[in-house]
């Protein structure tokens, strides 16, 4: 097994390079689709972190019955509304992503999403339909439980997996021998995908057979709503054209450094998902150092 630490050195090799002279076309166009009625903190949460780690541009597709809440508390991103059923994202919404997605570099698909069977059927529409690089995450992923094959069709396209180990365990992931390395490993080569197994020391596989293991990040990070800090990182990374491993690993040690130091600041009990987003500055300077 190829394995790599990724400590703060590593990771500094990692990072996408910054253009001095360059403007936010130069720095990637995201987008983000999710949230529904009750879970309206992801979505945000989400493009808040992709516009703190450097993407250009994001936009988020929301449901149109909480496109007022997302549109109150996004400032840096650009929240529009879309179609729902039952206050989810439903198959009329469709059309009008994928005339978003066309002027964008990268999808992130389930902050939020929540679980109904058109939110599935546009899940899985998605992942059969779009070329770009994509991040699927929490009822992304759940999505693709009994619809593997859609996840092996999309070999050679980019797509990155951020499933905690119940997530994983439900398309899945073999857990059974203990060996988190192993089973993401053999996963990512399974089906052609990036793999990011989260929890301590989170592991990110690679379809080539690399794994990484993250070295930041601590218990203040178990909380709700840090696993969508994370994908907006990631998908950050991605549309600043890191390729989709480099971007995971470094999205990881990223998202755990500004875990870490929130913790110093307010102990592992007080930190939010908000204190971690505001934090990044601090990971990333500690990088470019």
């Not at 997605?101 to 599935?120: F, I, N």
């Not at 998202?255 to 130091?261: P, S």
């Not at 009990?269 to 934090?279: A, G």
Request: with cysteine; proline share 5%; net charge negative.
């Amino acid at each position: 097994m190829r394995e790599t630490i990724v400590d703060r050195a590593y990771a500094k090799t990692l990072l996408p390079p910054r253009k001095e002279d360059g403007h936010k076309g130069d720095f990637g166009k995201l987008l983000v689709l999710g949230g529904s009625v009750g879970y309206t903190g992801a979505p945000y949460l989400a493009a808040s972190a992709a516009v703190h780690s450097g993407c250009g541009l994001v936009y988020l597709g929301v449901p149109e019955s909480i496109w007022a809440v997302e549109a109150q508390k996004c400032v840096s991103a650009m929240p529009f509304p879309l179609p729902e059923t039952d206050g989810r994202l439903c198959l009329a919404a469709l059309d009008k992503m994928q005339d978003k997605l066309k002027g964008c570099d990268v999808l992130a698909l389930g902050p939020g999403l929540g679980r109904g069977k058109e939110t599935e059927q546009l899940v899985h529409a998605l992942l059969w339909q779009v070329k770009e690089p994509l991040v699927l995450d929490a009822d992304g992923i759940n999505a693709l439980s009994g619809h593997i094959d859609l996840l092996d069709a999309r070999r050679g396209r980019p797509t990155v997996l951020t499933p905690h180990e119940v997530e994983f365990a439900r398309i899945g992931g073999d857990l059974s021998r203990g060996d988190r390395e192993r089973a993401a490993q053999d996963f990512a080569m399974a089906h052609g995908c990036v793999l990011v197994l989260k929890g301590h020391r989170t592991v990110t596989a690679s379809p080539e057979g690399d794994v990484l293991v993250n070295t930041t990040g601590g218990s203040g990070l178990a909380k709700g709503g840090s696993g969508d800090v994370l994908t907006g990182v990631i998908a950050s990374l991605m549309a600043q054209r890191a390729d989709a491993l480099r971007a995971a690993a470094a999205g990881d040690w990223l998202h755990g450094r500004a875990g870490d130091l929130a913790e110093q600041e307010l102990t592992a009990y007080s930190v939010t998902p908000e204190d971690v987003v505001r934090k990044l500055p601090d990971a990333i300077r500690e990088i470019l150092e």
